[in-house]
């Protein structure tokens, strides 16, 4: 019986052991997680300012084009 006991104590000092091993690893692990997480945040507001800041470019081109296509479509009625 103080085999049992001894082996189950010892067991019992293993389990804890790893609990506070990946305790720490969790407390990494999350440490990491919020950078990440604020990265990617940070990531997002660039790039929606990138988009906004670019957006009025992008309405020009468009509407060039649009015009250009248009102007394409005439000239190909008129047989030209």
């Given amino acids: 019986m103080t085999?049992?006991?001894n082996l189950l104590e010892e067991k019992v000092?293993?389990?804890l052991q790893r609990l506070?091993?990946?305790q720490k690893e969790n407390g990494s692990?999350?440490?990491e997680n919020n950078a990440?997480?604020?990265?990617l945040?940070?990531?997002r507001r660039d790039f929606d300012k990138f988009r906004v800041e670019?957006?009025?470019?992008t309405d020009a081109v468009k509407t060039r084009l649009t015009s250009l296509l248009s102007r394409i479509e005439e000239l190909e009625q008129l047989g030209l």
Avoid: A, F, G
């Avoid at 670019?54 to 470019?57: I, R, S």
């Fill in 3 to 5: 085999d049992q006991i």
């Fill in 41 to 43: 945040s940070q990531l």
């Fill in 36 to 39: 990440l997480t604020d990265q």
């Fill in 13 to 15: 000092s293993q389990v």
């Fill in 20 to 22: 506070t091993v990946l």
């Fill in 29 to 31: 692990l999350r440490q």
């Fill in 54 to 57: 670019h957006n009025d470019q």
